[in-house]
């Protein structure tokens, strides 16, 4: 029974065959846009300022000897060509610096753009002559941005959940100090401290990094095994660029579970 609600719960993360026929055809009988068109669009059209014109998400760096620093990945937004001024981070504080493209290769060939879809590197090199960039600099979960996308990275997200498998239950206000699971009172100071809180690895893309969860807003207040619910999550260790409306998984030894992020909270520090 569990293993059945679990499925249906992921109705809402995974497109259907229905959904696929109806994006074929993005209008309905009466001329109106269809509700599968509406639904892909919802999240981006409630964050318009959000949504970089291009985007490029770095799985690997590597250095290369008489070219310097490469980086690739795969091209989810915008298009890229030789010689564009783009930005490059975010690093441990948030910032963002300017690069630029000096080549790139696809497939083992030189080419002057890539477009969405599309697994590329690209040879980079930073604009500012004084502060050239380094390989301790650089590291998975990076990005490359438009010159005038002004991107601003976060500590914190909200994300509707589902949990696929968890042998007990996820809920707020327990301590986990060596083998003892301590119950915290929200009045006591432990409650604000991030490490004291369930703390799964998210799989963001190419993000991966330990999340506290901070706040279960909505839905049960205790999750098991096919429960939903609306939570927030934090960062453990620095910033990142996460994009609303990303499907991800988060994980806690076999404790498995899928969500998609809703709302971008720059509040939370």
Not at 153 to 167: D, P
Not at 209 to 225: E, F
Not at 261 to 269: F, H, M, Q, S
Request: glycine content about 10%; overall charge positive; proline content about 4%.
């Amino acid at each position: 029974s569990a293993a059945a609600s679990s499925s249906s719960s992921l109705g809402g993360f995974f497109p259907t065959k229905a959904d696929d026929d109806d994006d074929d055809d993005d209008t309905n009988n009466n001329g109106a846009p269809s509700s599968s068109s509406d639904k892909a669009r919802a999240v981006q059209q409630s964050f318009p300022m959000m949504m970089p014109k291009m985007h490029f998400a770095i799985d690997g760096v590597y250095e290369v000897r008489g070219v310097g620093l490469v980086v690739g990945g795969t091209l989810t937004r915008g298009k890229i060509a030789v010689n564009d001024a783009v930005l490059l981070g975010p690093d441990r504080a948030g910032g963002f610096v300017p690069v630029t493209i000096r080549s790139i290769e696809c497939k083992r060939q030189a080419v002057k753009e890539v477009r969405p879809g599309t697994a590329a590197t690209f040879a980079v090199r930073s604009l500012n002559r004084r502060a050239p960039l380094r390989r301790g600099y650089m590291r998975k979960g990076m990005v490359l941005l438009g010159e005038h996308d002004n991107p601003k990275a976060t500590r914190a997200f909200e994300a509707t959940v589902v949990i696929l498998h968890h042998s007990t239950t996820v809920s707020e206000g327990y301590v986990l100090l060596g083998r003892f699971l301590l119950k915290v009172s929200r009045r006591d100071w432990l409650a604000d401290l991030p490490f004291c809180r369930y703390q799964p690895v998210c799989h963001l893309g190419v993000v991966r990094q330990a999340c506290a969860l901070l706040h279960i807003s909505s839905g049960d207040s205790v999750l098991r095994t096919g429960g939903k619910a609306t939570v927030t999550f934090r960062f453990m260790y620095h910033v990142e660029f996460v994009l609303p409306g990303v499907t991800f998984l988060f994980r806690e030894g076999r404790a498995k579970g899928i969500g998609k992020v809703t709302k971008i909270r720059y509040d939370i520090k």
